[in-house]
């Protein structure tokens, strides 16, 4: 079963525990310049950005995506510690990509531009990088 990546609009209870578990791991410069992962997460909410992967019903990972005039901005992009290295980042990425090209429009990658985790994924995907 492939990992479904979707806006969330209307998260269940599941949902917001497992996003919480999601950013539980996140290191502080990926929640700035929010307070913490629960303000990044409402902020996300609030604001319609958050795009989650999904498999089996639970969320595995997460990011904001900012849909704007000249391009998409994918940033805070994390995923489950006992999930990484399963491709759940990079169905996001590309499913984001995909979205943003089919709305005419290209998709950055927002990280600080020191991180050197960042620039490569940055590179693998051949998205332009942004600070954040």
Request: aromatic fraction near 4%; include cysteine.
């Amino acid at each position: 079963m492939p990992v479904i990546v979707e806006t969330l609009n209307s998260p269940s209870e599941q949902d917001r525990v497992d996003l919480a578990k999601i950013y539980a791991d996140a290191p502080d410069w990926l929640l700035a310049p929010h307070a913490d992962a629960a303000a990044l997460v409402e902020h996300g909410l609030a604001e319609g950005l958050l795009v989650a992967g999904r498999f089996n019903d639970r969320l595995l990972g997460a990011a904001l995506l900012a849909r704007g005039e000249q391009h998409w901005r994918l940033s805070h992009l994390c995923v489950r510690k006992v999930t990484r290295h399963r491709g759940v980042a990079r169905r996001l990425v590309e499913q984001s990509a995909l979205l943003a090209e089919q709305a005419g429009k290209s998709l950055h990658l927002a990280a600080p531009r020191d991180h050197l985790e960042s620039q490569a994924l940055a590179a693998r995907f051949h998205l332009p990088l942004e600070s954040l």
